[in-house]
C-alpha cells in the first residue's frame, strides 16, 4: 500500500508538472474579447510614462457604453518600446492602440506594414490636416500611409540662467537674448564670451546640442531611399565640427542628460544653457528647484529657427481584434479637445492645429519661469519645417552612435578618431 | 543500478526460489516499478531542465546560423558567418578583455580579503552571529539599489568618492571616462556584494579545521601566522576552490553592474567608447537593441565556451590542489 501510494505520488507530481507546463505555454492571446455577438467591446490601450488619459478613457466608456478600455501604463519608455518590438514580432500579445515616442518612431516605420494605415480604417473626417504639418508627416510612410495619429511635440525654445548671464556681462532679458540665440554661429560665438567671463559651461553636453542641429537639416543619417548618407552628407560633419571646436573650447559642461550628475548640474548652476522642448521646463524646475527659482528664463529663440524634440503617436497594430473601434478611439484620444485636457493633467503640449489657438492654452503660464509658456510654445511650434526623413535604425545611430562619440571628444577623444567611431558605428546599425 | 535493486532480496520476496511460478500483473508491475522508479523520481528536474535549460541552449545555437531580425518572418541561413563578423568583431574584443580585467579585478582581492574576514570572525568575538550577519548584509540589499547608489558615488564630478579623494589632495579620477578606472568602480561594487558571501563560506570550512591540529601546532611553538599559513590555508583550499569556481561563473556574467554605471540612464553601451561594457551587455545589445537575434545568439555560444573552458581549467587545477592539500 505505502509502495503504491509512493508510486501515485511520483505520477501526479509528474503530471501535475508537465500540466503545469502545458497551461503556462496555452495561456497566452486572451485580450480582445468578442463583439460579434452584441457583448461589449473590450479594447486596450498602452501607453508609457504619463499621457494624462485616465479621465479621458472613463470619459469615452461613459460616451460609448458598448466599449470597455483597458488600459496598460508602463513607468519608462526605454522598456515599453523594447516590449512593443518584441510583441511586434511575437506577432500576438500588443494592445489594440499602442503609443509610440518620436525617438522609436523610424524603427515603426520601417516595420510600417504590422501597423493600419489610419486614413483607412479611421474615421473618415479625421485627416492629416488636424495636425501640424511636420507632425504629421513624421508619421506618414514613402507611400503616402498614415501610421499613427499624432499626440504630443515638444518645440524647442532655449532655457537660459539669467544670473549666470549677467554676472558675464551678457543681457540677460528674454529680448536681449534673442540676437545671440539667432543662428548656431552667434550661440556658439556667444558662448566664447560667456566661458571668457564665468567658471559656469556655456551648455550640459554636445550631444544636446548636436541632436538639435541634426534635427534641423532637410537630410539626416539616410536618404529617402534608406541609404547611410552620413559620409557624404557634408552638413553632418560641418555640424559635427561646429560642435566639438566649441567644446574644445571648454564650452560643454560634458553631463550626459538625464544622469544624476546633469540633475545635479542644473541645482550648482554647472551650465548657462539648455535646450528646452515645452517638457523641459518641468525637468528644470525639479532638477533645480525652489532655491534656485527666478534664476533659470526661457526665450521664444532658438538657434537656426524652430525644433522639436519628443512627442508621440498613438497607432493600430494589425494584430489588433477590432481595428476599426482602435482607430475611433484613437481619433477621439486626439482630438484637440481631448488633448487640451490631457496639457491640462501633464503639461504635455498638443500637436493639433486647432489645440495650438485654444485659450486654455494660450493664457497658461509659468510661476517658476515667469512667463505665459502655452503662448511662448505654440510660437515655437509654428517654427518647426520640415520633418526630416528617419530611415531604419535612426534612433539608435543617435543614442548609440553619435550621442556616446561625442562624449567621449568631451572625454578626451580626438574630434577625428571620434568621428571615425561614428562612421563606424553608423555603418554597423545600418547594414 | 536498477538490476542491484533487483536483486536483493527485500525488495523482491516473491522471485525466491520456492515460489510458484507465476509471473502474474503485479509481478510485472512490481520488477518496472523498480526498474524505472529512480528515473521517475529523477525525472522532474530533467524535464524542467530540458524545457528551460536545454532547449533554449541548442535553439539559441540553431538561431546563431540563421541572419535572424527580431521581426523577420523568413530568417536566412547564413552558416558561421555569424561567427566569422565575431571574430573580426572588435568590439566583441574589447568587451571580452574588460570582461575579464573586471573579473580579475573583483575576484582577486574578493577571495583574499573574504578569507581574512573568515579568520577574523573565527577568533573569539563577543555576539559572532551579528557579526556574521552583518558581513552578509550587502548580499541581501538589493543589486539595482547598489547600482544606483555606487553610480553616483563614483561621478566624475559630484560624486562622494572624488569629493573625498581631493580633500587628501589628490586628482579627481573621472571613474566614468578612463577605461581602467571604470574597471575599478565595478568591481568594487562586486565585491561589496559578494566578499561577505565567501567569507562566511570560507568560515564554515574554517570551523571545520579539527581543533587539536593547531593545538600540536602551539605545543610545537609555531606562530599565529605560520598555523595559518600551514594548517588553515592547505584545509581550506577545496573550499577556496569551490570559491573560485562560482565566482568564475558569475564573473564572466557580470551585467547589471555595467548596466547601471552608465552615465546614460538605461544604456546598453557600457561607456562613450565601451569601455566597461562586458560581453552580457553586448550581447543584450546586440539583441534587444540592434535586434539581430542571429549575432547575439552567437554572442552567447561564444560566451558559454569561454566560460565552460576556464571551468575545466578550474576543474584540473581543483584536482590537482586538492590532491596536493589531502597529503595532511
Not at chain 2, 558615488?153 to 559630484?158: E, I, K, M, R
Amino acid at each position: 500500500m505505502r509502495q503504491l501510494f509512493r508510486r501515485a505520488l511520483a505520477l501526479s507530481a509528474a503530471v501535475t508538472l508537465s500540466g503545469g507546463v502545458l497551461a503556462a505555454c496555452g495561456s497566452s492571446d486572451d485580450t480582445g474579447g468578442n463583439g460579434s455577438d452584441g457583448g461589449p467591446i473590450e479594447l486596450t490601450i498602452g501607453t508609457f510614462t504619463e499621457f494624462g488619459y485616465e479621465d479621458l478613457l472613463e470619459e469615452y466608456q461613459r460616451l460609448n457604453p458598448n466599449i470597455k478600455i483597458k488600459h496598460n501604463k508602463t513607468g519608462q519608455g526605454g522598456p515599453y518600446h523594447q516590449q512593443l518590438f518584441t510583441k511586434l514580432g511575437a506577432g500576438s500579445g500588443l494592445e489594440d492602440v499602442v503609443a509610440i515616442e518620436e525617438g522609436h518612431l523610424s524603427d515603426v516605420m520601417a516595420k510600417a506594414s504590422l501597423f493600419n494605415n489610419l486614413l483607412e480604417i479611421g474615421p473618415k473626417d479625421v485627416t492629416a490636416d488636424r495636425w501640424l504639418d511636420w507632425k504629421s508627416q513624421q508619421a506618414t510612410t514613402k507611400d503616402g500611409k498614415l501610421i499613427g495619429y499624432g499626440t504630443d511635440i515638444g518645440p524647442l525654445a532655449m532655457c537660459y540662467r539669467k544670473d549666470l548671464f549677467e554676472a558675464a556681462g551678457l543681457p540677460s532679458d528674454p529680448e536681449g537674448v534673442k540676437p545671440l540665440f539667432e543662428t548656431w554661429d552667434s550661440y556658439f560665438a556667444a558662448g566664447d564670451q560667456f566661458i571668457a567671463k564665468s567658471d559656469a559651461a556655456w551648455y550640459d553636453a554636445n550631444a544636446q546640442i548636436f541632436n538639435a542641429m541634426h534635427n534641423q537639416l532637410p537630410v539626416g543619417f539616410f536618404d529617402t531611399s534608406d541609404q547611410l548618407v552620413i559620409e557624404t552628407n557634408a552638413d553632418i560633419k560641418a555640424n559635427w565640427d561646429k560642435v566639438t571646436a566649441a567644446s574644445g573650447r571648454g564650452q560643454s559642461a560634458g553631463l550626459v542628460a538625464f544622469s544624476n550628475e546633469w540633475n545635479s548640474g542644473f541645482k550648482s548652476g554647472a551650465f548657462a544653457t539648455k535646450t528646452c522642448p515645452s517638457w523641459m521646463l518641468g525637468v528644470i524646475k525639479n532638477q533645480a528647484g525652489p532655491e534656485n527659482k527666478g534664476k533659470w528664463a526661457v526665450t521664444d529663440a532658438f538657434p537656426g529657427g524652430g525644433g522639436n524634440w519628443g512627442g508621440s503617436f498613438l497607432a493600430v497594430p494589425t494584430q489588433s481584434k477590432h481595428p476599426q473601434e482602435a482607430a475611433k478611439l484613437a481619433a477621439w484620444l486626439t482630438a484637440p479637445e481631448q488633448q487640451i485636457k490631457a496639457f491640462g493633467k501633464t503639461g504635455n503640449f498638443p500637436s493639433q492645429k486647432a489645440a495650438q489657438t485654444a485659450p486654455e492654452l494660450l493664457e497658461k503660464t509659468d510661476d517658476y519661469f515667469g512667463v505665459k509658456a502655452g503662448e511662448l510654445f505654440a510660437k515655437q511650434a509654428a517654427k518647426v519645417g520640415q520633418a526630416q526623413y528617419k530611415g531604419p535604425g535612426d534612433g539608435r545611430i543617435q543614442e548609440n552612435v553619435t550621442s556616446p562619440a561625442l562624449q567621449s571628444v568631451e572625454q578626451g577623444t580626438s574630434p577625428a578618431d571620434a568621428w571615425a567611431q561614428v562612421v563606424d558605428g553608423a555603418t554597423k546599425i545600418a547594414k | 543500478m536498477a538490476t542491484d535493486l533487483q536483486e536483493s532480496p527485500a525488495r523482491a520476496p516473491r522471485r525466491g526460489p520456492g515460489s510458484p511460478a507465476r509471473p502474474g500483473m503485479r509481478d510485472k508491475l512490481a520488477r518496472w516499478d523498480v526498474k524505472l522508479s529512480p528515473y521517475l523520481y529523477v525525472a522532474p528536474f530533467f524535464i524542467v531542465f530540458g524545457i528551460v535549460g536545454l532547449f533554449p541552449l541548442l535553439y539559441t545555437g540553431y538561431v546563431s546560423l540563421f541572419d535572424w531580425e527580431l521581426i523577420e518572418d523568413s530568417p536566412e541561413f547564413i552558416g558561421l558567418d555569424n561567427y566569422v563578423d565575431l571574430m573580426v568583431d572588435e568590439q566583441f574584443w574589447k568587451v571580452l578583455v574588460n570582461t575579464l580585467s573586471i573579473f580579475l579585478l573583483s575576484s582577486i582581492p574578493q577571495i583574499i580579503i573574504a578569507v581574512l574576514i573568515a579568520y577574523l570572525l573565527n577568533t573569539r568575538l563577543r555576539a559572532p552571529t551579528t557579526w556574521r550577519i552583518s558581513v552578509l548584509l550587502p548580499y541581501v540589499a538589493s543589486l539595482v539599489a547598489l547600482g544606483i547608489i555606487f553610480a553616483n558615488l563614483f561621478g566624475p564630478q559630484f560624486g562622494l568618492v572624488n569629493s573625498i579623494l581631493e580633500t587628501f589632495g589628490i586628482d579627481r579620477i573621472d571613474w566614468q571616462a578612463d577605461r581602467f578606472s571604470s574597471h575599478v568602480a565595478i568591481a568594487v561594487m562586486v565585491n561589496w556584494r559578494w566578499t561577505g558571501y565567501n567569507a562566511l563560506i570560507v568560515l564554515a570550512a574554517m570551523q571545520a579545521i579539527p581543533r587539536d591540529l593547531y593545538e600540536a601546532a602551539v605545543v610545537d611553538g609555531a606562530s599565529s601566522l605560520r598555523r595559518f599559513v600551514s594548517i588553515t590555508l592547505p584545509l581550506l583550499r577545496p573550499t577556496l576552490i569551490f570559491v573560485v569556481i562560482t565566482s568564475t561563473i558569475g564573473g564572466l556574467q557580470i551585467f547589471t553592474e555595467p548596466k547601471l554605471f552608465s552615465e546614460m540612464p538605461g544604456s546598453n553601451n557600457g561607456g562613450a567608447t565601451n569601455q566597461y561594457q562586458t560581453v552580457t551587455l553586448y550581447m543584450y545589445q546586440s539583441a534587444f537593441e540592434q535586434q539581430d537575434f542571429g549575432y547575439a545568439s552567437a554572442i552567447a555560444w561564444v560566451l558559454f565556451v569561454i566560460i565552460i573552458v576556464i571551468a575545466l581549467i578550474n576543474f584540473l587545477l581543483t584536482r590537482r590542489l586538492a590532491g596536493t592539500g589531502s597529503g595532511r
